[in-house]
């Protein structure tokens, strides 16, 4: 496990106390409550990041290959997806 270290963080009166009431009914320290707010902030920045950065690739694939799917094909792929099925992506082309 990684050795935790001291980060300061300063926080305006109204939010330390709405911070104090949610973790009193939880049940939690803030320090608790502040620790799982920035994992989570964190963790999905870098769901997005990833994100951004496949799309990017995707992006440099198209322009350098001309190869695509399309937008009917992607929808017909994902309603049997979302119906259940298995289905093989479609093949790009162009």
């Known amino acids: ?14 939010m330390k106390e709405r911070l104090r009431r949610l ?19 964190v963790e999905r920045e870098e769901r ?13 694939d198209y322009q350098a290959t001309g190869r695509h799917v399309t ?3 992607a929808d017909a792929w994902l309603a049997k997806l979302a119906a259940g099925k298995r289905a093989k992506p479609p093949k790009p082309h162009g």
């Open 23 to 41: 973790a009193e009914g939880r049940r939690r320290s803030a320090h608790w409550m502040m620790r799982e707010a920035i994992e989570q902030y």
């Open 48 to 60: 997005r990041e990833k994100l951004r950065q496949d799309a990017l690739a995707a992006w440099e």
């Open 71 to 73: 937008g009917q094909e």
């Open 1 to 14: 496990m990684p050795t935790a270290t001291t980060t300061s963080l300063k926080l305006d009166s109204e």
